[in-house]
């Protein structure tokens, strides 16, 4: 059963610009930890958030978490073609130990 | 590139055929993971081996068969597969299995079921 949906889809920016990505999910977690997948190769993890942060920063990435809407979202700030990629929410079931991870938004940085 | 290797990175096969993914992870890791990855569906993982032991097992086909001879491979077999199990397959690895670990990712291997 899917987990973590993130939205949009599917996101075209202009270099430079500030792009967002949000992640809902459906039962309590104790983590989340959001991902990036480039075109046909494996994925990067990004950031881990746990269930008592708000905040999280790391380099252009700010990552928020919150719990009472069970939401998250992915900024990263200042884009560059680079950034163009399709990112991953991944969440845990607050029971196990397994992770699932939503369809993704796929990100388009034109130049 | 982040460690976690898989090879080959693409194959073409027949129903009929009878092959092998292998995966190799050089991070000393003890959790290793097979996803499949079809276009327009989430991540589904097939099967997680913690400590060379399969811990989890979802449901997955008994035409995919793995393979975890010590923690540093592991192996997935096919056989008589169908067109549908086209997809991407992702090795994973991380230091243990639990949900606050950070997975590291293979390449994947693109499987084309003809």
């Known amino acids: 059963s899917q987990q973590g949906e993130e939205d949009p889809q599917a996101l075209s920016i202009q270099e430079g610009e500030n792009a967002t990505m949000n992640c809902s999910y459906k039962t309590s977690i104790n983590n989340l930890q959001w991902y990036r997948q480039n075109s046909g190769r494996g994925l990067v993890h990004l950031i881990l958030i746990r269930s008592n942060e708000r905040e999280k920063h790391s380099g252009r990435l700010r990552v928020t978490l919150d719990t009472s809407k069970k939401s998250s979202s992915l900024l990263i700030t200042a884009s560059r073609a680079a950034d163009t990629a399709s990112y991953f929410c991944?969440?845990?079931?607050?029971?196990?130990?397994?992770?699932?991870f939503g369809k993704g938004t796929r990100l388009h940085i034109l130049p | 590139e982040t460690g976690v290797t898989q090879t080959p990175r693409h194959l073409v096969m027949g129903m009929t055929n009878k092959k092998s993914l292998k995966c190799e992870q050089h991070?000393?890791?003890?959790?290793m993971y097979w996803y499949k990855q079809s276009a327009k569906k989430p991540l589904e993982l097939m099967f997680v081996?913690?400590?060379?032991?399969?811990?989890e097992n979802n449901s997955v086909p008994s035409r995919f068969s793995p393979e975890c001879p010590n923690s540093s491979h592991l192996f997935l077999h096919l056989h008589t597969l169908q067109p549908e199990d086209s997809a991407l397959y992702l090795c994973?690895?991380?230091?243990?299995?639990?949900?606050?670990?950070?997975?590291?990712f293979g390449p994947g291997t693109r499987l084309t079921v003809l």
């Open positions: 991070l000393g890791h003890n959790a």
């Open positions: 994973a690895s991380s230091q243990q299995w639990a949900d606050y670990n950070e997975q590291f």
């Open positions: 081996y913690n400590f060379k032991e399969q811990t």
């Open positions: 991944a969440t845990d079931l607050n029971r196990d130990d397994k992770i699932i």
